[in-house]
């Protein structure tokens, strides 16, 4: 047998599907490089196109400026920082979360696998819908547990409910939500939240094993037409929120975000202890001290949310124009339209030979569409328009001229 230096769990993550797509993409595509050439439109990943605010570099800044000498020790939470998350966590979603209830991580992601190994154990399934967040995969796998997944209904892009209930096992013991989601845009319905909290409960009873619920919410203040976000932790007591900062602030680099336990949770205390056991255990997966202090002032920051409705409104009017056939998001910063090649790996090619750049709907293993990022910037978007209605008519046959 040939020996292998990394581990059989490492081995997996590293060999997941969507993980293997985005180093491809990332690493070896040539498209960090691609993206810094004169003239190519970046619609890629969430990143931000415009400069950050005076007033996130000042707030950023002031944070750094020791108070006392104790400022940079370790630190599990600041309590500034925790009561601001609460309070706005109270007001956006109308849940009376209590500060015991926040507990500050290193991201979204951070929050997820936290969330993850607090009540999974090796082998146990976790379902989650296609097209998902591309690292569900790989953080459910270094975690030890087993990624189940199922697609969402293509033609209303919500949640399909019959095939989540028909994925469940004895062995199932976490469910991911992702509202809004991206890719789709999709802010799920109370009555279809309803309905998976029927379903959860259910089959919990039938397990007789709880079914845990982690609700991944780092869209869900970027709302458009005035919708009223409703959290699925809402519905099902048994579950989690994750949250993270770097998607209103337009900095997924800085790492601040938070995973809750709603008040509905039963024996709460007790998941407010494991919450605290995983960070430390897993790396201190608190966020860097200065970004806590300066996390209550970075909540009074307003998203440019008609902005960013704009953007959509401009975009999704003039591909449809165009013929593209592409869903009105209701939420987060992404578009998803169907590729009009049916491989949309070569249409995102065809893409690239115009100078644009955005991410095959592979990526998010759901083959036939394709990704756009709106934290592209409004010139660019202007600029882009010719060169999609390029690409398509190229697509279709036609003269490119």
Do not use: C
């Not at 090796?122 to 995969?137: M, Q, R």
């Amino acid at each position: 047998m040939a020996d292998r230096s990394t581990s059989d769990r490492v081995a997996s993550v590293a060999a997941a599907t969507p993980f293997q797509l985005l180093y491809e993409f990332y690493r070896l595509s040539g498209y960090e490089h691609r993206r810094h050439e004169p003239g190519v439109l970046d619609f890629t990943f969430g990143d931000p196109h415009d400069p950050p605010s005076q007033a996130y570099v000042d707030i950023l800044r002031d944070a750094l400026v020791p108070q006392h000498e104790l400022w940079f020790a370790y630190n599990f939470g600041d309590a500034k920082a925790i009561e601001a998350a609460t309070e706005s966590l109270r007001r956006h979603l109308g849940i009376p979360f209590e500060v015991g209830d926040v507990h500050l991580t290193t991201g979204g992601f951070a929050a997820i696998s936290t969330a993850l190994k607090i009540v999974g154990d090796a082998g146990d399934e976790v379902v989650y819908s296609l097209p998902p967040w591309f690292l569900y995969e790989p953080l459910i796998l270094e975690a030890g547990l087993v990624p189940v997944k199922v697609s969402i209904d293509r033609e209303t892009l919500d949640l399909d409910l019959d095939a989540i209930a028909a994925a469940i096992t004895p062995r199932t013991r976490i469910v991911i939500v992702n509202s809004p989601n991206n890719p789709t845009g999709r802010i799920y319905p109370p009555a279809t939240l309803d309905r998976l909290a029927a379903i959860l409960e259910e089959a919990s009873a039938r397990n007789g094993r709880r079914i845990f619920l982690i609700s991944d919410e780092a869209y869900n203040r970027i709302v458009f037409d005035g919708r009223r976000f409703r959290s699925p932790v809402e519905f099902y007591p048994w579950s989690f929120l994750a949250y993270s900062y770097g998607k209103t602030l337009l900095s997924p680099g800085e790492r601040v975000g938070y995973l809750a336990v709603p008040p509905t949770m039963p024996d709460r205390k007790a998941f407010r202890d494991a919450i605290e056991t995983v960070q430390i255990a897993g790396g201190w997966l608190f966020p860097n001290v200065s970004m806590q202090y300066a996390l209550p002032r970075l909540e009074t920051l307003a998203f440019d949310l008609p902005l960013f409705q704009r953007k959509r409104d401009v975009m999704v009017a003039a591909l449809r124009d165009i013929g593209y056939r592409v869903a009105l998001p209701e939420g987060t910063f992404y578009l998803f339209p169907e590729s009009p090649l049916d491989d949309d790996v070569e249409f995102t090619r065809a893409l690239d030979r115009e100078g644009v750049l955005v991410l095959p709907g592979r990526m998010f293993e759901t083959p036939g569409f394709f990704r756009i990022s709106l934290t592209a910037t409004m010139e660019t978007i202007e600029a882009g328009l010719p060169r999609f209605a390029a690409a398509f008519r190229a697509a279709a046959g036609s003269p490119a001229g």
